[in-house]
């Protein structure tokens, strides 16, 4: 089958590679029908994950049909359209039983596929632990509706829900990237009352307040006089999804006393905590690495159409456009939020 592999620094490339099989009574193997091209996989070719082995398959997000299970499998059988988390976890260890599977102790455990094991950007995958990464997708839901469940709407239902926002809050979110993106949409689902977004980029400024008519949409450097003038004198709940020094300063400078400001964003330096800068406000900080565990709540948001990531999916390749489809990603060319690549038929 077709795969498409991370080589070496800096290389990724279609590949031929074995059908996978099952290699525990707990695995599956998914039919890859869908699939999409993330940053971190941007990261990956950079470089940028030490973690990330040359020769896997790339790949996390995606959709497919269940071709076979193992014998431990209860929760879907073959012919299935599923979802894939992005997070393999075996659902026992002690970091699974407190929800935070991110750290899931198993060897196949934590981000994974496309990373340490074969993932999705080729026509079949290996899923280890099916029951508790393979979200069935109702009859009514596309594969495009359903093709960020396991990574980017899982990472913004966990944002919000990290970030406690009551009823009536004042939001910061800092990057109307695809991530800030379905972070507004789970945001949105706890009723804040304002919803701030702040974005460097013109063109995803628009993008973004086409979409999201009630929110306000603003330069990063906007941002500070106008919570300065909020009742609290800052936002109640900050969300960080950009990843540069100034959004990180912007983050906890916009928070009201006793926010929670939560960090989603993948830094590529350190960040400066100035502690005597903030003394006394009191803040409170969590840190990224989302925890894949609510898909199957995303996918009952999506299938009552409370929550729609479509408008994302800006350009659709088939897989054997794979690369350029990748380059335009990466480079961030001609508009692109986010592609689909469609494994199955051949896209004119
Ligand atoms: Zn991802
Ligand atoms: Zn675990």
Redesign the pocket.
């Known amino acids: 089958m077709r795969a498409y592999t991370y080589l070496e620094r800096g290389v990724f490339r279609m590949t031929q590679k074995p059908r996978p099989v099952l290699r525990a009574p707990r695995d599956a193997v998914v039919r890859v029908t869908l699939a999409s091209i993330c940053t971190s996989d941007v990261h990956i070719r950079n470089g940028a994950v030490p973690r990330a082995v040359p020769g896997i398959t790339v790949g996390h997000e995606f959709v497919g049909v269940v071709e076979e299970t193992g014998s431990a499998v209860t929760h879907v059988k073959k012919g299935d359209r599923v979802a894939v988390n992005v997070e393999t ?9 407190h929800g935070w ?1 991110n ?4 060897p196949n ?2 981000w994974a596929l496309g990373c340490r094991i074969d993932g999705g950007l080729a026509e079949y995958a290996r899923i280890p632990f099916a029951d508790t990464n393979l979200v069935p997708i109702p009859d009514g839901v596309t594969d495009e509706q359903a093709l960020f469940t396991g990574d980017l709407l899982s990472t913004g239902y966990w944002a919000a829900k990290i970030a406690h926002i009551r009823k009536g809050d004042t939001v910061l979110l800092i990057g109307a990237g695809p991530t800030g993106y379905c972070t507004a949409l789970c945001a949105l689902l706890h009723s804040p009352a304002r919803l701030i977004v702040c974005e460097i980029d013109p063109v995803r400024r628009a993008f973004f307040a086409r979409r999201f008519p009630n929110a306000e949409v603003l330069p990063p450097e906007d941002a500070l006089p106008l919570l300065a003038r909020t009742p609290r004198g800052g936002a109640d709940a900050v969300i960080e999804a950009a990843g540069s020094a100034e959004s990180f300063r912007l983050a906890w400078q916009g928070a009201r006393p006793n926010a929670n400001v939560v960090l989603v964003a993948m830094y590529e330096t350190p960040q400066i905590l100035p502690l005597p800068d903030m003394y006394g406000k009191n803040l409170t900080f969590k840190t990224g690495g989302v925890d894949g565990c609510d898909c199957s709540a995303v996918m009952r948001l999506i299938a009552e159409g409370r929550l729609d990531a479509t408008p994302l999916i800006t350009h659709t390749f088939s897989f054997s456009d794979i690369e350029r489809a990748f380059s335009l990603f990466a480079q961030k060319k001609d508009g692109v939020m986010k592609v689909a690549v469609r494994m199955d038929e051949d896209i004119p």
Do not use: E, I, K
Not at 89 to 97: E, S, V
Not at 103 to 106: M, Q
């Open positions: 976890y075996c659902g026992t260890c002690f970091f699974c039983r599977v750290n899931c102790s198993d455990g934590g």
